[in-house]
């Protein structure tokens, strides 16, 4: 993780879409072809992913059976635009700056408990049904709808 603060945007994907697909930073254990898949492997609590090129990634594995584990990254200026969030857990990620327009989730919400998106941009994001909290922070102009998930 020491690397990643030395990395461009764009490099920065790489590692992370590496670590997505070798499965080192899934969410939960569960038996794939037999073998048992151990969660977090790597821990990317407090990784430097600022500016991060992100745009039209998949925070699920790309079968969408595996969610991914980004629970306080700092992601302060990433660019999220059309990121696909399905389950991804964002608990107390730093979100600062921010561009999630366009984001997307699916089957399950991403988790927002704690995450803090001050001057984010989430035009047309669709964060319906985010779990999210007191302590989730948002943009000035931005209010999270009451019918989601909400806190919890």
Same mark, same amino acid.
């Given at each position: 993780?020491?690397?990643?603060?030395?990395?461009?945007?764009?490099?920065?994907?790489?590692?992370?879409?590496?670590?997505?697909?070798?499965?080192?930073?899934?969410?939960?254990?569960?038996?794939?072809?037999?073998?048992?898949? @151990?969660?977090?492997?790597?821990?990317?609590?407090?990784?430097?992913?600022?500016?991060?090129?992100?745009?039209?990634?998949?925070?699920?594995?790309?079968?969408?059976?595996?969610?991914?584990?980004?629970?306080?990254?700092?992601?302060?200026?990433?660019?999220?635009?059309?990121?696909?969030?399905?389950?991804? $857990?964002?608990?107390?990620?730093?979100?600062?700056?921010?561009?999630?327009?366009?984001?997307?989730?699916?089957?399950?919400?991403? $988790?927002?408990?704690?995450?803090?998106?001050?001057?984010?941009?989430?035009? $047309?994001?669709?964060?319906?049904?985010?779990? @999210?909290?007191?302590?989730?922070?948002?943009?000035? $102009?931005?209010?999270?709808?009451?019918?989601?998930?909400?806190?919890?």
């Amino acid at each position: 993780m020491a690397i990643l603060n030395q990395l461009d945007g764009e490099r920065k994907r790489t590692v992370l879409l590496f670590l997505r697909e070798a499965r080192l930073i899934n969410g939960e254990h569960h038996v794939r072809d037999g073998r048992m898949i @151990y969660p977090r492997v790597v821990g990317l609590r407090i990784a430097d992913l600022t500016n991060a090129r992100l745009h039209d990634i998949q925070l699920v594995s790309t079968d969408r059976e595996e969610t991914v584990f980004l629970e306080g990254t700092v992601l302060k200026g990433a660019e999220l635009r059309h990121a696909i969030l399905e389950g991804a $857990d964002l608990r107390d990620a730093n979100l600062r700056g921010a561009d999630l327009g366009g984001s997307e989730e699916t089957k399950e919400a991403a $988790d927002l408990r704690g995450a803090g998106l001050t001057r984010a941009t989430l035009t $047309d994001a669709d964060l319906r049904g985010a779990r @999210y909290d007191a302590e989730t922070t948002w943009p000035e $102009d931005f209010s999270p709808e009451p019918s989601g998930a909400g806190a919890g």
